[in-house]
């Protein structure tokens, strides 16, 4: 066998091991925001892309934001483009550097109020309010889980190097952005 399909194989084995090793203790939170299963999924799934080599100069998949307005909603004119969206509100941001590079001081957004916590999924990008902090927090949301109180999610600003702190409730998510506007 070749020495890369030997390296292939051995970084393979030594996943699964530690897969397996993983299993068998159980679920364990390194960061207290995270679940490990998820963290876990997220990892193979790089480690898994960086050895296919099938996927040369592919990115990754990533959890977008959900589609909140249909094709059949916009109108696009020589003159002006209509959204026929009910009870729009427009966004501005903050320069926190915490969205960049899709969110930034200069970019303008339309968001609107979610009806239940079914609507909104991974990936989609929220205003929510937390203990944690002062003011309107605008992140991504990256794990939505089921706890003893019920449904939580997981935010992170796409720039931050860690998810936020606390596990966010539905009562705390403001709206949701539909468009960015730069």
């Known amino acids: ?3 890369k399909i030997l390296k292939v194989l051995g970084i393979i084995s030594v996943f699964l091991g530690g897969l397996i090793a ?11 925001n995270i679940p490990t299963s998820q963290v ?16 040369f ?29 009910k009870g729009a509100y427009w966004a501005a941001f903050t320069n926190t550097n915490s969205m960049d590079p899709i969110i930034d001081e200069h970019a303008n957004a339309i968001e ?11 990936g989609d990008i929220v205003s929510y309010e937390s203990e944690y902090a002062d003011g309107t927090i605008i992140h ?19 720039n931050n190097p860690s998810s936020d702190p606390g596990k966010i409730r539905f009562n705390q998510i403001k709206r949701v952005l539909v468009a960015i506007i730069y």
Do not use: C, H
């Open 1 to 3: 066998m070749s020495k």
């Open 22 to 32: 993983g299993a068998a203790i159980g679920p364990m939170n390194f960061d207290k």
């Open 40 to 55: 876990i999924i997220d990892k193979a799934n790089e480690v898994a892309d960086s050895i296919n080599p099938f996927s």
């Open 57 to 85: 100069d592919a990115s990754p998949e990533r959890a977008s934001p959900s589609d909140w307005i249909k094709e059949e909603q916009i109108e696009v004119w020589n003159d002006r483009i209509v959204i026929d969206l």
């Open 112 to 122: 609107i109020v979610p009806e239940n916590e079914a609507q909104i999924e991974v």
């Open 140 to 158: 991504r949301v990256i794990y939505k889980g089921q706890d003893e109180k019920g449904t939580y999610f997981i935010m992170k600003g796409d």
